[in-house]
């Protein structure tokens, strides 16, 4: 029997050898792509791969090394598709990103739209984004937003669309489906809860705290200290204050955000009932313009894919093999497909990089539906 060490040897001969018919198989790969790219072709040939990887199969003995056999060579040919979709876009091969690059966003005499009042927390992120001297206006729903955008009657919506504690907003998620805008900017707020009544009202006088279900829940710890207060449900944090306002009892109190007793001119009776830097809301800014910043650093986007396995392990190479960093990925079921998912995901990176370049083209050609959401 050989011992460890002349095995050993044994295999580093042959993996010597495997490199070199890799690099060779890759020369030919490249090839391959000129071909394609004088003839228009498509990279692409599922039908091909496929009897390729049968045939390759029964060259094997024994249902493991077939099934590893076939494993082996999809990645083999996943990278012959990466040097292809590689070499297309260095021959500048034109891909069919429509996004248009600006030095900055276009901000002046910009009108916003964001949903709920004034003082709630998107309303905090809309300032925070654009600055206090800006034309906005409040509407109802999230789609309202969306459709304010879509009929040119806002240039810019702020939605959340993701909470550190809570989660994401599933419904931002599908809006951005249904709705063709892009995401062009984000701003991240804390949370941070302050208890609030009329002016003149001290803490003896609060009988009653209004606020949204989960800052009252947030507030938990505070409220216990006071067994004498009754903690009522509001729609949300914001109108809990504008009702306080508008009630003027002395005997009513709000928790919100410090910016809602600034805009509905309420005395803040304890700032920091609860703050967490660990809890915040990540607000989105949506545009009609599919447009980006030429410094922009994080991209959006959302893809179907064949519903086989695999299919999402060969997506995401893309991003493995042009050193892209992935930073969140998420999914939501297709309404009309029973057990299938679209998937969105974020990546550092600009539109403008050969590294992206070459992910999305990769992307756009092995799943279905691909949709740049937004570079910003």
């Known amino acids: 029997m050989l ?25 030919l790969c490249a090839q391959v792509a000129e071909y394609k790219i004088q003839n228009g072709k498509e990279v692409l ?3 091909r791969e496929e009897e390729k990887l049968e045939a390759l199969a029964k060259l094997a003995t024994g249902s493991f090394n077939q099934v590893g056999v076939q494993e082996l060579f999809r990645q083999i040919m996943a990278m012959s598709r990466k040097l292809q ?31 709920g009042v004034e003082g709630a927390y ?7 984004f654009f600055g206090e001297s800006i034309e906005s206006y409040n509407v109802e729903t999230w789609r309202d937003a969306m459709e304010a955008i879509k009929n040119e009657e806002a240039d810019y919506a702020v939605l959340p669309i ?18 063709h805008h892009t995401i062009v900017g984000e701003q991240i707020i804390q949370v941070d809860h302050a208890l609030m009544g009329l002016k003149n009202s001290t803490l003896a006088d609060i009988q009653t705290v209004y606020s949204h279900p989960q800052a009252l829940a947030q507030c938990k710890t505070f409220l216990e200290r006071h067994p004498e207060w009754k903690a ?30 600034q805009c509905f001119g309420l005395q803040i009776l304890k700032p920091h009932v609860f703050s967490s830097k660990q809890n915040s809301t990540r607000f989105i800014i949506v545009s009609r313009e599919q447009i980006y910043a030429m410094g922009a650093g994080k991209i959006s986007v959302c893809f179907e894919i064949p ?21 969140k990925i998420e999914s939501r079921p297709i309404p009309e497909k029973n057990w299938e998912y679209r998937f969105f995901v974020d990546f550092e990176g600009n539109l403008g990089d050969s590294g992206v370049k070459n992910a999305l083209r990769g992307i756009r050609e092995e799943a279905n539906n691909l949709r740049i959401l937004g570079n910003y």
């Not at 297309?88 to 739209?113: C, H, S, T, W, Y």
């Not at 949300?236 to 204050?241: D, G, L, P, V």
């Open 162 to 179: 993701e909470n550190s504690t809570a989660g994401i907003v599933a419904d931002i998620y599908d809006l951005l489906v249904e709705y």
């Open 85 to 115: 979709y590689r070499q297309m876009n260095q021959r500048g091969v034109e891909d069919k990103i429509i996004f248009r690059q600006v030095r900055a966003l276009p901000m002046q005499r910009a009108r916003v739209v964001f949903q």
């Open 232 to 261: 009522e449900p509001y729609i949300n944090t914001a109108s809990a204050a504008k009702k306080v306002k508008e009630d003027r009892d002395m005997t009513q109190a709000a928790i919100a955000s410090p910016y809602a007793a």
């Open 45 to 47: 040939d599922r039908k």
């Open 307 to 327: 519903h086989e396995s695999g299919s999402l392990y060969n997506i995401l190479s893309h991003f493995i093999y042009n050193d892209l960093n992935m930073t």
């Open 3 to 27: 011992d460890l060490l002349d095995i050993r040897k044994q295999i580093d001969s042959i993996d010597g050898q495997m490199v070199a018919l890799f690099e060779k198989r890759m020369e």
């Open 122 to 128: 998107s309303f905090t992120a809309m300032h925070s």
